[in-house]
């Protein structure tokens, strides 16, 4: 998990410490010392552009270094010492950060500071200091960072990038009616029927195991919300989540948004120029990002025009609405019910993907579990399994 601190840095550029100036020493040799001071002149400038070069980069680097063992009074995070300008992303790997902050934890612990361009981000190693930062001082730390990328990728309508004010303050009131812990028992018998279709596909097909997770946390996700049942194959539905998610997924992390607020005009970047492909990606991931607004909410207001008598949040919703045409309500539940779809689904996913890596590492444990299973316990009815 990557949690990030912003850090302004103010740097004040001071007049020139050296000055060079040639003057007359008399009359009747004036044009010969001026021949001569122009040509040490000449010869002098490259030596004095190089010291000037080097002072510059001392300074910077003195600065950084300053910077980084004090802003505010406070000591901040020891870690890798950034390059100036750029930081420390030439020695991230864009594709896979974990892996270089992992390798990174064994030299500056569990947490550490890096500088992405000119973007401070704290990565945090260690899940007790997640849970102790995050949930126990959460009045403190639970605020959502600037994201660069999450409007033009389209991800405004997540409350889980959104900064607190108005709008997270309302979509979290309405996601906490629909999931909060007294409610979730009425999706038990969703998930329990899903569960059983994803045993018989896993058996039926065990090699491609990761699709029939991928399916079934977005089956289990889609019914609670939309009271929509996803097709066995080749959902347009669950395709365009994968979609929209793959692409938020390398958009919305905190590399590519310092990119993208270091060097705002990538977006504007005709898409064959060198560069261009953020302006691309940017615009396919918002156009799936309105389809995943969009879509599954239509076809729950069908259902609950059409009368529909299921129970999904969607159409839960839409029931207590006061006013069906209040455009700037109808935007919410939209908002709050895709933030609960692409959430729902991801999370579930890895979960499970990473369960089943755990029992396959720990065969043991597995055989434990079973046992357990097959002797009946843990469960009210070992049959429903």
């Not at 004010?165 to 899903?194: C, M, N, Y």
Request: aromatic share 10%; glycine share 6%.
């Amino acid at each position: 998990m990557g949690i990030q601190s912003r850090v302004v840095l103010f740097l004040c550029a001071r007049r020139p410490c050296a000055v060079l100036s040639v003057s007359p020493v008399g009359h009747g040799r004036f044009p010969d010392m001026m021949l001569y001071s122009l040509r040490d002149l000449v010869l002098i400038l490259p030596v004095v552009a190089i010291g000037a070069v080097v002072v510059a980069y001392t300074v910077t680097l003195a600065s950084l270094k300053g910077r980084r063992r004090c802003f505010g009074g406070f000591r901040l995070p020891p870690g890798p010492p950034p390059l100036p300008l750029v930081g420390n992303i030439l020695s991230i790997d864009p594709k896979k950060p974990w892996i270089t902050y992992t390798d990174w934890r064994a030299c500056y612990g569990d947490i550490f500071m890096i500088r992405v361009l000119k973007q401070d981000i704290i990565v945090i190693n260690s899940e007790k200091i997640a849970k102790d930062l995050l949930e126990r001082r959460s009045r403190i730390y639970s605020d959502r960072p600037y994201l660069a990328t999450r409007v033009p990728y389209g991800w405004s309508f997540s409350f889980g990038f959104t900064p607190y004010g108005d709008q997270w303050r309302s979509q979290r009131r309405i996601f906490h009616q629909a999931f909060r812990a007294e409610a979730t028992p009425a999706f038990h018998p969703v998930q329990l029927k899903k569960a059983r279709q994803l045993i018989l596909h896993i058996l039926s097909a065990p090699h491609v195991f990761f699709d029939h997770i991928q399916r079934f946390a977005a089956a289990v996700i889609m019914s609670i919300v939309y009271d929509y049942e996803v097709a066995p194959d080749h959902d347009p539905l669950v395709e365009l989540f994968e979609r929209g998610n793959a692409l938020a997924m390398e958009g919305l992390t905190p590399e590519t948004a310092s990119i993208v607020e270091a060097f705002p005009f990538v977006l504007r970047l005709p898409e064959w120029f060198p560069g261009g492909t953020f302006r691309r990606k940017a615009t396919i991931s918002h156009q799936c990002a309105m389809k995943m607004i969009e879509e599954p909410f239509e076809y729950a207001r069908q259902q609950e025009t059409m009368g529909s008598s299921a129970s999904a949040v969607a159409l839960d919703m839409l029931k207590g609405l006061k006013d069906i045409n209040d455009a700037s309500e109808l935007q919410l539940l939209r908002d709050t019910c895709a933030t609960a779809f692409v959430a729902g689904a991801e999370t579930t996913a890895t979960t499970l993907q990473c369960f089943m890596l755990a029992m396959l590492q720990h065969p043991e444990v597995q055989a434990r579990a079973q046992a357990e299973i097959d002797a009946g316990r843990r469960w009210r009815s070992a049959s429903e399994f």
